[in-house]
């Protein structure tokens, strides 16, 4: 038999381009040839007749070049071996979770809608018209076909045809119908119809017929094809040559599980059909792990991904976003390839991370495939931890050489116990160590006295212990309380001390020479002594003489003025702590009698007069 060629089928209207209709990679599979009939002209409908040449060996290639060239039944076996040596087979998988670099979109159908495979279906039309989609949202069944009526005598208008349809025609027409091994609910899927002539005779008229099946919705045809008026699909070939043959192809959505199928006929009732399983792939996530684990330590969490459908689902990806309190070596962002997963076929998984932040966290997996299939599964943890609280109670202003005691408390108000506790405090050079409570141990290198603890339970606290300290410099110092333990919990907290120094003066007034006679002179001496710790700033010294006493001269430390039985000097800037200095005034007795003066002396920190007084006796011998 000569070398068959294959021509496209006439269009009844417009053009046809791939780049309208969606593409899913889906590669058309042929199937074996159906028993190949003939047809007789005239014939209301084809039959098989016993003896048809048979069909041709191989199965015919597609027309469109767009989806290359189609594999034979062995090379479809070649590819199923491929795949069972090579793909992954049913059963349970321990595999770490890895970073990926980026994430992928999964594809979108069905235009505008939000849920997955809500694609639009055919609207009733009465007249037929050419046909690239139709836009019904219902599945439902087909609607019912009229009856036929009679047909109504009128006059002719044939013509005789050319000398080669003379005699007897037999034209054979071989028919198959072909799809994918198995579509997927919400992936398009791509139906052929092939036709030949195997004939030695042109066969003409040739019209192919076909119907939508029912659980699916039509996206597109190549060529385009008419509306019946029964709603069907129709193609009008015109002539086929001998050895010529003709592709059209259907462009289908399905939409509900089950088998999915339609007839296609060829004038003459030449027929052919083709029969496929709809399947439904699904995803679930189950995630097994710890309610609680301590700050620190590593969270394994089992993950198991299974497909409880009916269909295969591709491309299974899982991906993790790592919460905030956790941490993972190789980032937050976290994805692991699974591939493809069987029906009824589970994969399982382990994902470590470590508690980093103590807190109610909740870990989200998510779980992806083709054809538009997600779901997610929440795994809510708490991460626990100790937690240090420290506290000092004592002066924040002390005077020097006076000891200050301070009492220091810790507690826990975490949700895990702490062990293996120290509290510490370090001492300001200002300041020195004289005793500590509970077992306190002084490191005098470090200036630093601690306490240790083998537990603190939780929202729980020893009672405070006491330290005693003497200041032993003035200024400005600082304790500093630090609490620790084997967690890594830690608490401080600081004591601002003032200490400051304490003026104290104290002065004696004698007399050298006590009695004296009426026109005698005597000296007074008044020595004046900070005993303090601080020095007396603006020391003022003052003396008041009784009417029998007058001052003659005075000597001290600063400038002194004498008026109206009174000597006062002026006042000495400073007096530093443990110093001293000496007044001196002399006065002449001018009336007998036990006579007083009375020395006053005040400073700025000291504003009372400190008073003093000291008699001396003026005697006469009249």
Request: proline residues 11%; hydrophobic residues 35%; glycine residues 8%.
């Amino acid at each position: 038999m000569p070398a068959s060629t294959s021509r496209a089928p006439a269009e009844t209207s417009g053009g046809f381009s791939l780049s309208e209709a969606t593409n899913t990679g889906i590669m058309p599979v042929l199937t074996a040839p159906v028993e190949t009939p003939k047809v007789s002209p005239g014939a209301a409908q084809t039959e098989a007749i016993p003896d048809a040449a048979p069909p041709p060996a191989n199965p015919m290639p597609p027309i469109s070049p767009n989806f290359g060239t189609m594999p034979t039944a062995a090379e479809q076996a070649t590819v199923a071996t491929a795949k069972n040596a090579t793909g992954q087979q049913p059963g349970t998988d321990t595999s770490p979770l890895v970073a990926a670099p980026s994430f992928s979109n999964l594809p979108q159908f069905g235009g505008s809608n939000s849920e997955p495979g809500l694609i639009p279906q055919p609207a009733a039309s009465p007249a037929p018209q050419p046909i690239n989609t139709l836009a019904d949202s219902s599945p439902g069944p087909h609607p019912a076909r009229p009856g036929s009526s009679s047909p109504q005598l009128a006059t002719g208008n044939g013509r005789p045809g050319t000398k080669s349809l003379e005699g007897t025609q037999v034209p054979q027409l071989v028919v198959e119908k072909t799809a994918p091994a198995e579509i997927q609910v919400g992936r398009p899927a791509i139906f052929q119809i092939h036709v030949r002539n195997a004939g030695q005779v042109a066969a003409s008229g040739v019209e192919i017929r076909d119907e939508i099946p029912r659980g699916a919705r039509l996206q597109n045809t190549k060529p385009q094809a008419s509306q019946s008026a029964q709603g069907g699909l129709v193609w009008k070939i015109g002539t086929l040559n001998p050895n010529e043959d003709v592709t059209v192809e259907i462009e289908l959505m399905p939409t509900d599980e089950g088998e999915i199928g339609s007839v296609a006929t060829v004038q003459f009732q030449t027929e052919a059909s083709v029969r496929v399983k709809a399947t439904r792939p699904l995803l679930a996530i189950e995630t097994e792990g710890p309610e609680k684990v301590l700050k620190g330590e590593q969270v394994t969490l089992r993950i198991t991904v299974s497909n409880p459908g009916s269909g295969i689902a591709e491309g299974v990806v899982v991906e993790e976003h790592v919460p905030a309190g956790f941490r993972h070596a190789a980032g937050a962002e976290l994805e692991y390839e699974i591939g493809n997963l069987a029906p009824g076929e589970s994969r399982e998984l382990e994902l470590a991370m470590e508690a980093v932040h103590a807190g109610p966290l909740v870990n989200v997996i998510t779980v992806r495939g083709e054809p538009n299939l997600r779901t997610q599964n929440q795994k809510s943890i708490e991460v626990i931890a100790p937690q240090l609280q420290v506290a000092v109670e004592g002066p924040n202003r002390r005077y020097l050489e006076r000891e200050a005691v301070y009492s220091l408390s810790v507690r826990n108000p975490g949700t895990a116990p702490a062990r293996q506790v120290e509290m510490a405090v370090e001492l300001p050079p200002g300041m020195k160590f004289v005793s500590g409570s509970n077992q306190a141990y002084y490191e005098e290198n470090t200036r630093t006295v601690h306490w240790k603890l083998e537990e603190i339970p939780v929202q729980d606290g020893p009672p405070p212990v006491q330290l005693t300290l003497m200041p032993v410099e003035a200024g400005q110092h600082t304790l500093r309380l630090v609490s620790f333990d084997n967690s890594g919990a830690s608490a401080e907290v600081e004591q601002a001390v003032v200490v400051e120094g304490i003026s104290a003066l104290f002065f004696e007034v004698a007399d050298m020479d006590d009695p004296i006679e009426v026109g005698g002179q005597t000296m007074y001496e008044i020595r004046v002594v900070n005993q303090g710790s601080k020095e007396a700033t603006n020391v003022q010294l003052a003396a008041e003489l009784p009417p029998g006493l007058k001052p003659i001269a005075a000597e001290g430390p600063t400038r002194h003025g004498i008026e109206s039985g009174r000597v006062v000097f002026a006042p000495l800037p400073r007096l530093a702590p443990k110093a001293d200095t000496t007044y001196r005034i002399r006065v002449q007795g001018v009336q007998p009698g036990d006579l007083r003066m009375k020395v006053q002396v005040v400073t700025d920190e000291i504003r009372t007069p400190i008073t003093k007084e000291e008699s001396t006796r003026v005697y006469s011998d009249q």
